[in-house]
């Protein structure tokens, strides 16, 4: 009896650590190296793109997701989502919890190289995907 709940205790605290562990990603590419070709929304006095960019509207089985992303000196300096699945308290909630952190890790990014978050898959992958086609639009 004292084995086996050893064993168990053992077994699942080694799930636990494996499933906390994130897997290391070679940092994203500056995204000043992506924005070379030229628009109406300027670029500031070092040659670096600055500017406001829409992304595709991506509809997922929950609803229409989109972000517009903002770029200064080169840098991605804010993303803000315009549209999220808002049909329902959970579909909010979802949004509520995913769009933060999803935010967060594109400007730590600096690119669309991002993990989905868990429980928000759909919600994760129209917004990366629309966060892509907005980088996109800078012209890299």
Partial sequence: MRRTLFTL????????????????QPPAPALAAHLA??????RTAGG???????????DTPYGPVQVRITISAGRLTAVTAVRVPDDNPRDREIAAYAVPRL??????????????????????GGYIRSLQSALDRTGG
């Fill in 9 to 24: 205790a053992t077994t699942t605290a080694v799930i636990t650590v494996l499933l906390a562990l994130k897997p290391h």
């Fill in 37 to 42: 070709a030229g628009d109406s929304s300027g």
């Fill in 48 to 58: 670096k793109r600055s500017g406001t960019f829409t992304g595709d509207t991506l």
């Fill in 103 to 124: 935010t967060g890790e594109a400007l730590d990014a600096q690119s669309a190289r991002i993990d989905a978050v868990s429980g928000a898959t759909y919600t994760s």
